[in-house]
Nanobody, 115 residues
Framework: QVQLVESGGGLVQAGGSLRLSCAASGFIFRLAHMGWYRQAPGKQRELVAR???????NYADSVKGRFTVSRDNAKNIVYLQMNSLKPEDTAVYYC?????????WGQGTQVTVSS
């Protein structure tokens, strides 16, 4: 079955960095468009960054220049490098995979940025 397992979250001070990883299995990873979303308490889930199966990327305006999404098709892993973290980046971060009409979600990993 499809599994998306996020890791790398934690507590960090403002200005610090974290790298999230999402290990994927159960589908043909190289065909999938992969995304990172986040949801803060009381807010809707929002797109943070996305990387297509051809490697094209796009980012939310709030993270442009600070976050970088990348993928390793040999390892079936998508990464989110987060630099210059701000308290407003605090949220649960979710990995998403989309292949044709199918989409799957990971369980999420908590990122907390202290001021």
């Amino acid at each position: 079955q499809v599994q998306l397992v996020e890791s790398g979250g934690g507590l960090v001070q403002a200005g610090g960095s974290l790298r999230l990883s999402c290990a994927a299995s159960g589908f043909i990873f190289r065909l999938a468009h992969m995304g990172w979303y986040r949801q803060a308490p009381g807010k809707q889930r929002e797109l943070v960054a996305r990387i297509t199966n051809s490697g094209a990327t796009n980012y939310a305006d709030s993270v442009k220049g600070r976050f970088t999404v990348s993928r390793d098709n040999a390892k079936n892993i998508v990464y989110l490098q987060m630099n210059s973290l701000k308290p407003e980046d605090t949220a649960v971060y979710y990995c998403n995979a989309a292949v044709t009409i199918n989409t799957w979600w990971g369980q999420g990993t908590q990122v907390t940025v202290s001021s």
